[in-house]
């Protein structure tokens, strides 16, 4: 293997734009690993742990850029930083105004950004987490509502900057916000749905983009969907965005229903939460996925309902909206209630997003016991180097990103695991979600296709049952069409999925019908 790297001095790239580029770095031909990470010590950091911190590399500053390549040839190595450094200089340099720029000219700070649309009143922040909350607190001062991409931003820092934004009568979307969509400008990993009258307030992107999916499939739009972040929901942040998110929706005369989203959140808030959705004048669904929702039926009313998962969320906000139940999941054979006999053969999640890897765990956890996952639903089911059982890997975390790109980005990780787990003699079933829209891979099934086909292949030469299931997320309209990329998934042999829920219950019944051979 051959790694090299380049420095740019004192430049600043946004972690969208340094998520695309490693992207399609990593797609290039014996590139193995790309890392394009601000050379601070946490971003050093990242490399070392990545195996790609370079033995020469000089003093550098915190505000330099490091791009590292490891490919298997040096000339592979060098036409790839080659690309990088190309792509990058294309940023810094576009006129304002030509063919290929963005809409408005490139600007250094959001003071620079305000002269040049002074009526701009939303503004997009995806610096490191430790230069994030100084830009967020600039951008509320100014008057503007934030979608705050960063991540690592001191929980101490968000309580600060939400308490704030609530004085000013702003709207803080994250940290760590994914998806947003707001007056029709996408925010994030967004899909292409219709306009219409469902509102939904989400501290889950891929809650909120399996949810609008399900709707769009059904014909029905979204007026706005406002992110709040992952820890909005907790003890600590007390669900600051969460409540402002509905109490907004309740004011929008463009919104008629409601759809809440969160993993449990902490029983203060959840009570605080259900409360102010029940004074609602307009129908509120509720989907705290994987709790039980017995704890809360207390508040269940008409125009209170409250769903098990993403998509019976979808469900009931279709049909309070048109007054008559439009079913999403049709009869699997097997029931998540149904008590099943221990399986000879594993089932293993891949998952990009961490909703999705949740909620299908909740789902799997009546019949298969333990699953062990990075995002346990015990602590004791952590998953551990050699274990070997029922699991679900959350690739979206925190462990796997740090100095990468989301999985939804680049899937070269999650796509050598899934090479793994496929010649696994005792792996059976294996489900990935794939999540479709704006910031997503362009093509995933281009990628996937081949290596899942592959695999299915090497399995039946060798006489042995092996599964591939694809949870689909995702739009007709959507960059990437869900038609196009489904047609590929089933030709690999995949079975394919809109719903994460029938996904997941799939999984299940093919379980069964292995046991059954």
């Given amino acids: 293997m051959f790694l090299k790297y380049f420095i740019k001095q004192a430049s600043y790239f946004d972690s969208i734009t340094l998520m695309a580029t ?3 770095l990593s797609d290039l031909p014996d590139v193995k690993q790309v890392l394009m990470v601000m050379a601070s010590e946490a971003g050093l950091e990242d490399l070392a742990i990545a195996g790609l911190l370079p033995p020469d590399l000089p003093a550098l500053a915190a505000t330099d850029l490091l791009c590292v390549v490891q490919a298997t040839t040096e000339e592979r190595a ?64 100014a008057g503007l509502h934030v979608f705050l991409f960063s991540d690592n931003v001191p929980l101490e820092a968000e309580i600060s900057l939400k308490r704030l934004a609530a004085e000013r009568q702003l709207l803080l979307m994250g940290p760590d916000c994914g998806t947003a969509l707001l007056q029709g400008v996408r925010f994030g990993f967004v899909n292409v749905v219709p306009t ?49 998110g509905l109490r907004m929706l309740q004011d929008d005369p463009e919104t008629r229903v409601i759809v809440l989203i969160s993993k449990p959140p902490a029983p203060a808030v959840a009570e605080q939460l259900l409360s102010q959705a029940a004074q609602s004048e307009k129908p509120v669904v509720v989907c705290f996925v994987g709790a ?47 008590a099943l006999l221990a399986p000879t053969r594993r089932l293993v999640g891949l998952f990009a997003g961490g909703t999705l890897c949740d909620e299908a765990m909740h789902l799997w956890k009546h019949q298969l016991s333990p699953i ?25 975390d925190d462990a796997f990103t740090r100095g ?11 796509l050598n695991r899934f090479e793994v787990e496929a010649n696994d003699s005792s792996v059976g079933v294996i489900l990935l979600d794939m999540v479709l829209g704006y910031c997503a891979h362009p093509d995933p099934a281009t990628v996937h296709a081949p290596t899942i086909q592959a695999a299915l292949e090497r399995a039946r030469t060798e006489g042995r049952p092996l599964a591939c299931v694809i949870s689909l997320c995702g739009t007709e309209d959507d960059p990437q069409s869900f038609s196009r990329q489904a047609r590929q998934f089933r ?27």
């Fill in 404 to 414: 990468r790109p989301h999985p939804m980005i680049d899937p070269s990780q999650r």
């Fill in 491 to 517: 030709a690999a042999g995949a079975e394919v999925y809109l719903s994460n829920v029938e996904a997941a219950l799939r999984c299940l019944a093919l379980l069964q019908e292995q046991e059954g051979r």
């Fill in 78 to 141: 060098i036409a790839a930083l080659a690309m990088a450094e190309a792509r990058l200089e294309r940023q810094d340099t576009l006129p304002a105004g030509s063919a290929d720029a963005p809409a408005k000219q490139v600007v250094r700070s959001l003071e620079q950004a305000l002269k040049v649309n002074p009526q701009a009143r939303f503004v997009s922040i995806s610096v490191p987490g430790p230069y994030a909350a100084l830009e967020c607190e600039l951008a509320l001062r």
């Fill in 196 to 244: 219409g009258p469902i509102g939904i307030v989400g501290a889950s992107g891929t809650g909120i983009q399996q949810v609008m999916s399900l709707l769009a499939a059904q014909g029905l739009g979204i007026s706005q969907a406002i992110g709040c972040g992952g820890r909005d929901l907790s003890e600590a942040v007390g669900g600051m965005t969460a409540g402002q």
């Fill in 292 to 338: 039980e929702p017995v704890a809360w039926q207390h508040f269940a009313s008409v125009d209170l309902l409250i769903a098990e998962n993403l998509t019976q969320a979808a469900t009931l906000a279709a049909q309070a909206l048109t007054g008559k139940l439009s079913p999403i999941l049709p009869e699997q054979g097997v029931s998540e209630k149904q």
């Fill in 22 to 24: 490693t992207s399609v």
């Fill in 372 to 396: 062990y996952s990075n995002i346990p639903l015990r602590p004791e089911w952590q998953l551990q180097e050699g274990i070997r059982g029922h699991s679900a890997i959350d690739f979206g």
